[in-house]
């Protein structure tokens, strides 16, 4: 048994052998590097081109398998100098590489390439599907310990779901299968197995299921602007009626309670000169004689309009106001015979109202107040 | 000094030999591995990756990388004497012995890794390194067994 071992005891002492020629065992980077193996194909290492800008670093490496180092043949450039290089995988080994400025070593490191791996997505994902359930079943990839990620969505959600199995071969409960789902899967590695420094792989295309059949789409797009248009329609409706109903509101406000005419407007001076007392005001506009006797009387005159008679100073002198028979004369009045000659004479078209030698008619919805 | 260095490290590779790991059963090591063995590595890490170190020891099938997984677990090296007391060699003992018919495991003699002890601050380092192995060496086992 132990010649079965002696190689791989002397591989282990040869390689310890390597480092500690190197003397890089936990040594601070110089250069930012990055590594990601892409599916156990190839892998790509960049290297920060910042620190060295305007050099070309020189890239040289040896996996497990190879017997002596050799150079990148590979180089990935920007902006005319190295940054990176792109290498072939064979399998699950370890990796060493230098990174040089002509003769000067600048980093030199040892890694097991699993440990930046990035998977390929799964592909021709199947669906199964029984009552309300599905099983998304994909071909595993050739190495193990990687959890298989299924994230769906049915067109009434907004956050994916997901489900993982160690095989490609998830299966998901409760599902209406009436409704349509999107399903989409990718590959991730399982940290105690691969450290936490991998990649998930990227999202396989979104595919579409409804009623256990595949569909080109969820009509997600078509349905919704749908459903805005209804809510549209059904907004704008609402605000039209609301605004109708406020028209219509006013509009019966103001046939119950009319605006009544502000006095002040009609009367100037009536309440800013005598405080209201009508009968001042109309002796120092007017000089009315028979006013009095026209308050004596208790006649309702009952305003359908104002009519305004505002006479000048110069001619409030002349008396005077006679009324038709809207205030019709009082018996003192007839006893004084004081009465305006046109006094109570009959309407033509209208009452007339004499006011300091002039004769006005007034129509039916004109009236005059004292 | 590199000289006796590798002296030490073909006595310690003597010692493995002596045992070759193909009768374990490799479903079961794994099992426990995952449940137990490695959270006390990254416990022993305490946040520090292992790929912060150079990782270059290869192991090809899971028998190889359990005979290398045992000998830096349960022998000392330079720099390192005191990884067999941790909790994880802890462990990894009673797994291997556990699920390796015939392994005998390692009896490890308190008195001596007391007097280790005191040098462990210095020696913190060197013995995370060795870890950073270790946990490689166990990756690579559980992704191929």
């Known amino acids: ?370 | 000094m590199v000289f006796f260095r590798k002296i030490f490290i073909l006595q310690l590779v003597g010692l493995v030999l002596t045992y070759n790991f193909t009768d374990c059963d490799f479903g079961k090591i794994r099992k426990k591995y995952q449940e137990v063995i490695y959270q006390a590595l990254n416990k022993y890490m305490n946040g520090v990756k292992s790929t912060e170190f150079n990782n270059y020891i290869y192991c090809e099938d899971p028998p190889d990388c359990l005979a290398k997984i045992d000998l830096i677990t349960f022998y000392p090296t330079h720099g390192c004497t005191t990884l067999a007391k941790e909790i994880f060699a802890i462990r990894t003992n009673a797994t291997l012995t556990l699920q390796c018919p015939g392994y005998s495991g390692t009896q490890i003699n308190n008195t001596q890794a007391k007097k280790k002890r005191k040098k462990r601050q210095v020696t913190t380092n060197k013995c995370r390194e060795q870890v950073s192995h270790l946990m490689e060496l166990w990756r690579r086992f559980s992704r191929i067994s």
């Open chain 1, 1 to 370: 048994m132990r010649t079965v071992f002696l190689p791989c005891a002397a591989a282990a002492l040869f390689l310890l052998g390597r480092v500690t020629a190197s003397g890089d065992a936990g040594q601070e980077p110089v250069l930012q590097v990055r590594i990601v193996n892409f599916n156990f194909e190839t892998v790509r290492v960049t290297w920060s081109p910042s620190r060295y800008s305007g050099t070309n670093l020189t890239f040289v490496y040896k996996l497990s398998s190879d017997e002596a180092s050799r150079p990148c043949c590979n180089y990935i450039v920007h902006e005319g100098h190295t940054a990176g290089c792109l290498l072939e995988a064979r399998k699950d080994e370890i990796l060493c590489f230098s990174l040089g400025n002509g003769t000067d070593i600048l980093f030199r490191k040892c890694e097991w390439i699993s440990a930046y791996l990035k998977p390929s997505s799964p592909e021709d994902l199947n669906f199964r599907w029984h009552e309300d359930a599905v099983t998304v079943t994909c071909s595993d990839l050739p190495y193990k310990r990687l959890l298989y990620e299924i994230q769906y969505k049915s067109v009434f959600d907004t956050e994916w779901q997901s489900k993982e199995g160690e095989t490609c071969n998830v299966t998901i409960q409760a599902l209406d299968s009436e409704k349509c789902y999107f399903f989409r899967a990718r590959v991730k590695t399982l940290e105690s197995s691969y450290g936490s420094d991998t990649y998930p792989s990227d999202w396989s295309k979104v595919t579409h299921q409804q009623r256990g059949e595949l569909r080109d789409s969820c009509q997600e797009k078509r349905l919704f602007p749908k459903f805005i248009l209804i809510c549209g329609m059904i907004a704008l409706l609402t605000v039209s009626l609301l605004l109708l109903s406020l028209w219509k509101v006013r509009r019966l406000h103001k046939c119950l309670m009319p605006s009544v005419p502000d006095p002040k407007l009609t009367f100037p001076g009536l309440f800013e000169l005598h405080r209201g007392n009508f009968q001042e005001w109309i002796k120092d506009t007017q000089n009315v004689s028979h006013v009095a006797k026209t308050e004596a009387t208790e006649q309702e005159c009952v305003p359908e309009e104002t009519l305004v008679v505002q006479l000048q100073k110069a001619e409030a002198e002349m008396p005077i106001v006679t009324t038709g028979p809207l205030c019709p004369a009082t018996e003192g009045e007839e006893a004084s015979g004081d009465a305006s000659p046109v006094a109570c004479q009959p309407p033509q078209g209208g009452e007339v109202v004499s006011l300091g030698g002039f004769t006005f008619v007034m129509t039916d919805n004109s009236y005059m107040l004292l």
